[in-house]
């Protein structure tokens, strides 16, 4: 996935003469920040933000393209905690997750929260159908686990892959409390 970001400070003023950032349109006016996308994934391809200092974010994949804005105050907050997203979804539900360890890399997950974790699957072993599904297939060690958190208010999921061309961290919050309030131990 590729994702641009942009300071809403270097946004042309101009829709004639807009900013272009890989196969996105920007321009902005007095009120909004506006975004076209010219790609022909799968998603919006128009968006729309306040103007006001931050910054947009500008993703496309193969699959799907996308578009947000972040504010300093809430990019702040993210660098604090070493975040890379927040969900407004109830911290209070299942949770799946996969690692793996072998020679062509690893994967793993951690999970943080102020609830309480029930662990209801842990599925481990050897894994040999990778290649039918186009991965890595000199699989040693594969575990899967579903769990459960409770009386949370918020969950914390850390995802690390670097498995072949596969490469990522996602650290991801997610909660319905207003995030300046959260206490994140």
Known sequence: ???????TAEISTSKENPTVVHTWELWKDKSKIYAKAHSKAEGKDFYT??????????????FNKYAYFRNPKFQEFL???????????DPNREYRAEACHHGGGEASWSIWTDGAVEHLSIDTGRTDNWREDRRVSDLLYEEQRIVSVSGATYVILEQITDVGDRKGHARVLYTLEDVFELKIA
């Open 1 to 7: 996935m590729a994702t641009r970001r942009i300071e």
């Open 49 to 62: 933000f306040p103007n006001q200092e931050g910054e947009v974010f500008l993703c496309n994949t193969a």
């Open 79 to 89: 660098n604090k905690h070493g975040l890379t997203a927040v969900k407004r979804l």
